[in-house]
């Protein structure tokens, strides 16, 4: 991360950035200080609360993302005053200017006169003599620019048109180069610009899936990123053309207008009248298209920034999923030729033994299938079955219910769950994979993983990368960096709000602990298997390459059961054990005794054990500890029940109600298995009741919902279902309904003026009005 350049920018940064984050300048100082000194995020929202104000992750994390963007901004402008400066051309006005620009496109705009450029045709206007005749044409409108022209008109400029188109072309790079108009321009296309597709012809089926937006026109302003992540996904498979313009008549001539006005182009002589062309000119072959490569980089930046939010939502819910716990554990693989892969984990996750079934076409072998289930189950005394929901899931759960039906009598039946499989596939052909199971076939590798990430789904799929675990839509369509720096960070976050088992967690799991790495992580694996399990976080010291920084860090996250300190099995961090035990002393007990005890501390004020070093919030937090020490903040585990006999998306019929597992969150609305191989959609008007602006505020990834079919269209495989309770109209008519824009056509209203010379109705109009704010 770069650093700010002097106090002065240091202090305007924290400013800035304290009243997007709801938080004071002191407060993110201090975190700017802490994030320079190498603390990590989870650090510093868990450990220096004192220090920071008690500012959260979330607070953080975009203190973190905009640190880093405004001090690029701030090394901009001290670059661009340097260019200007070195050029001879840098006034007291033009350093005001640059000293107040709040972003890099206004920055830009105010560089653009004096950024070297190649050569263009004004430079060419130019050589050739060409700009008093702008000046003269300026000065003099009263005198018809041709014949100012005629003087002008050399062996390099053989006639008056090209003296005129020379004179055309100066000024038009001078009004592309005006900031103030450009900032004009660009916040009226912001507020009045739509966003337009339509079908290429001849495209129709090969687009099919893009069929909404064969006719489709909405608000610039109000496109939400899936639609405006599908339109651009549409266009660059060339099946749609896009457009990001004003409306082709009155907002057009509003546009011009705006240009005319910076002229002064209001008369009705000569002059004016040219100048006028000049500016429907510049319109036309400059500014329209400079601002929809502007408008079209605001929007993608801007769905981007929607979906990634989406998708680490997404993720955050999926890794704190419930877990169902250490529990001997039959992870199943669905297959149909491939036979179903069958994978036995105990409860610390070691694999046992592994097997391969054939229950389906073309083996037909249902009995060897069940007897192998049998015998794993009862000799691995199996308490949980895992099984994924790929294809011929719902095949494999009724083979597994028929199973149990088999098992000896007296014995409790183990319990099937139904597991997302997102990115198993990946985990079994990879790297890490290989190194974990050499010996063992990649495909029952997957079961393996699926077996796993029902047991801890945290531990497991921090080993696949994000993107790989399904988290979002369009998700291959967003900056990758941007959404692999967002992802990575909600994955620390979520490893750092549980904890880690020292002495159990796999390299990739320790990887994710703040203050850690892939290669310290690996260094603690090789170092535990060398000598065995920890007996403290102060032996992780003798881990090579491990220092005091990194232990700082590091230790509060990290947990030891049955250690030879119980605060070890804490998130009390080491560098607090002393005021720890002064509390445990205070109780007059032992230590072992008053962890997890109720009620044990009761009697006692936090503000009592207050020191220097730690303020009120760390004494709070570990009392919180003490009366409930390594607690897990996940949900308890609860699975969802598919209903018997509907196992494709033939056998929905609108109206029945069924139960299922939230698979992933949009803005849009909650895609929801119901066990037919295709996710169904809840509108955001079908989640409830009442009025649902964000969906996140009624369901998150891994919730159990009950939900009731609304249709189904079985060519283009969707399925809208409703979780309200008064019976509301289909997902697909309330889409209609709460449109933004009409799709197609022209908006109903149209401007005055329609159809009259540029010189009167809206372009007049428009032109006055834009005079009158000049």
């Given at each position: ?82 260019s200007i400066e070195d050029q001879g051309k840098l006034t007291d006005d033009l350093r005001r200017s640059i000293a107040g620009a709040d972003s890099k496109a206004a920055l830009e705009d105010i560089y653009l006169p004096y950024k070297p450029k190649r050569r263009t045709k004004a430079m060419i206007a130019r050589e050739n003599g060409l700009e008093p005749l702008l000046r003269a044409i300026m000065d003099t409108r009263a005198t018809a620019p041709e014949t100012l022209a005629e003087a002008y008109v050399t062996e390099a400029v053989p006639t008056v048109k090209d003296a005129l188109n020379g004179a055309r072309d100066i000024l038009t790079e001078e009004l592309s180069e005006n900031a103030d108009l450009l900032g004009r321009l660009r916040a009226f296309m912001r507020q009045e610009a739509f966003v337009s597709a339509r079908v290429i012809a001849g495209k129709e089926q090969e687009g099919a899936k893009f069929s909404d937006y064969f006719d489709h026109r909405e608000s610039w302003a109000g496109i939400p990123s899936h ?548």
């Amino acid at each position: 991360m770069t650093t700010a350049a002097d106090p002065q920018t240091a202090a305007r940064i924290a400013r800035t950035i304290a009243g997007e984050i709801s938080a004071t300048p002191a407060q993110v100082a201090a975190a700017v200080t802490l994030l320079d000194g190498g603390a990590t995020v989870p650090f510093v929202a868990r450990y220096r609360k004192e220090v920071t104000g008690g500012l959260d992750d979330t607070q953080l994390r975009t203190l973190s993302d905009r640190l880093a963007y405004l001090r690029e901004l701030e090394a901009r402008r001290v670059t661009i005053l340097r260019s200007i400066e070195d050029q001879g051309k840098l006034t007291d006005d033009l350093r005001r200017s640059i000293a107040g620009a709040d972003s890099k496109a206004a920055l830009e705009d105010i560089y653009l006169p004096y950024k070297p450029k190649r050569r263009t045709k004004a430079m060419i206007a130019r050589e050739n003599g060409l700009e008093p005749l702008l000046r003269a044409i300026m000065d003099t409108r009263a005198t018809a620019p041709e014949t100012l022209a005629e003087a002008y008109v050399t062996e390099a400029v053989p006639t008056v048109k090209d003296a005129l188109n020379g004179a055309r072309d100066i000024l038009t790079e001078e009004l592309s180069e005006n900031a103030d108009l450009l900032g004009r321009l660009r916040a009226f296309m912001r507020q009045e610009a739509f966003v337009s597709a339509r079908v290429i012809a001849g495209k129709e089926q090969e687009g099919a899936k893009f069929s909404d937006y064969f006719d489709h026109r909405e608000s610039w302003a109000g496109i939400p990123s899936h639609r405006a992540l599908a339109i651009l996904r549409a266009a660059k498979e060339e099946i749609v053309t896009m457009e990001i313009a004003p409306d082709p008549e009155a907002g057009q001539d509003r546009a011009i207008a705006m240009i005319a006005a910076t002229l002064e182009a209001g008369g009705e002589t000569p002059g004016d009248l040219w100048l006028r062309g000049v500016a429907k000119w510049a319109w036309r072959v400059k500014f329209s298209i400079s601002l929809y490569i502007d408008l079209l980089g605001e929007m993608r930046e801007r769905a981007h920034d929607e979906a990634i939010t989406v998708f680490s939502r997404n993720l955050k819910d999926l890794l704190l999923a419930a877990p169902a716990g250490a529990k001997a554990t039959l992870g199943l693989d669905p297959g149909i030729r491939t036979g179903v892969k069958a994978a036995v984990v105990d409860r610390t996750g070691k694999l046992l033994d592994t097997a391969t079934l054939y229950p389906f076409q073309p083996r037909l072998d249902l009995r060897g299938a069940q007897a192998t289930l049998v015998d794993l189950i009862t000799r691995h005394g199996i308490e949980l079955i895992a099984i994924g929901n790929g294809t011929a899931s719902r095949e494999t759960e009724r083979l597994v219910a028929d199973t149990l039906g088999l098992l000896p009598p007296g014995g409790k039946a183990p319990t099937k769950v139904v597991v997302s499989e997102a990115g198993a596939s990946v985990y079994s052909a990879s790297e890490l994979a290989a190194q974990e199971f050499p010996d063992l076939d990649v495909s029952l590798r997957g079961a393996v993983s699926i077996a796993r990430r029902l047991q801890d789904p945290l531990a497991e799929l921090v080993k696949i990368t994000p993107q790989s675990i399904g988290v979002g839509q369009y998700q291959h369509d967003v900056d990758q960096r941007r959404l692999s720096q967002a992802l990575e960070a909600v994955v620390e976050d979520a490893v750092n709000a549980v904890g880690v088992d020292l002495n159990m967690a796999s390299a990739p799991l320790l990887a994710q602990v703040a203050g850690l790495g892939p290669s310290l992580a690996q260094s603690i694996v090789l170092h535990r298997d060398l000598n065995g399990a920890f007996p403290s976080r102060k032996s992780l010291l003798k881990v090579a390459g491990l220092g005091p920084k990194a232990f700082e860090q590091c230790a509060g996250f990290l947990r030891i059961r049955d250690g030879e300190d119980p605060l070890d099995a804490s998130s009390v961090h080491p560098e607090a054990y002393d005021v720890a035990r002064r509390i445990v002393s205070a109780c007059g007990r032992d230590i072992r005794e008053i962890m997890g005890a109720a009620g044990a501390l009761k009697g006692l004020a936090p503000a009592d054990f207050v020191t220097g070093d730690f303020g009120l919030p760390t004494v709070r937090d570990i009392f919180s500890e003490l009366e409930k020490p390594g607690r897990d903040p996940r949900p308890e585990f609860r699975t969802a029940t598919f209903a018997e006999g509907v196992e494709d998306i033939k056998d929905l019929k609108p109206g029945m109600r069924l139960e299922g597992t939230v698979t992933n969150v949009a803005a849009f609305g909650a895609f929801v298995d119901i066990g037919v191989h295709q996710d169904g959609l809840v509108h955001v008007s079908q989640l409830a009741d009442r009025f649902v602006k964000d969906p996140h505020e009624v369901v998150k990834a891994g919730d159990v919902v009950q939900v009731r079919v609304t249709e189904v269209d079985i060519p283009r495989k969707r399925i809208g279902l409703s979780m309200r309770k008064d019976g509301g109209g289909s997902a697909r008519a309330e889409r209609q309904d709460k449109s933004p824009a009409p799709r197609g056509g022209k908006p109903k209203a149209q401007a005055p003026g329609r159809g009259k010379p540029a010189e009167t109705g809206a372009f007049g109009a428009a032109l006055l009005e834009a005079m009158k704010r000049k």
